[in-house]
Nanobody, 124 residues
Framework: QVQLVESGGGLVQAGGSLRLSCAAS????????MGWFRQAPGKEREFVAR????????DHADSVKGRFTISRDIAKNTLYLQMNSLNAEDTAVYYC?????????????????WGQGTQVTVSS
């Protein structure tokens, strides 16, 4: 059974940085796409970034490009999201997700497994 467990969220001042981690277990993820999404109160779940587990090919949403970086450590079965230059608009619950589909991209419906989420709050 696939499990995704996020950590690393918290309260940070505007301009600061955080690194989110997602520990993945339950199977090998070769051929999977892993993603980060976020959801602010009253808003729909929003794509942040995705990476192919084996090849490491990544994409980032325009709203975070140049500030956030997705990566993964295959040996540790862990997904990361490095977030720099945070601002108040980045405040949300951040979710890790896994898709058993190599070409999954920015649609939440394309992802099969989800973590419980971790809160990121940016104070201005």
């Amino acid at each position: 059974q696939v499990q995704l467990v996020e950590s690393g969220g918290g309260l940070v001042q505007a301009g600061g940085s955080l690194r989110l981690s997602c520990a993945a277990s339950g199977r090998t993820f070769s051929g999977y796409t892993m993603g980060w999404f976020r959801q602010a109160p009253g808003k729909e779940r929003e794509f942040v970034a995705r990476i192919t587990w084996s090849g490491g090919y990544s994409d980032h949403a325009d709203s975070v490009k140049g500030r956030f970086t997705i990566s993964r450590d295959i040996a540790k079965n862990t997904l990361y999201l490095q977030m720099n230059s945070l601002n108040a608009e980045d405040t949300a619950v951040y979710y890790c997700a896994a898709a058993s589909y190599l070409y999954a991209y920015n649609g939440p419906h394309q992802y099969d497994y989800w973590g419980q989420g971790t809160q990121v709050t940016v104070s201005s």
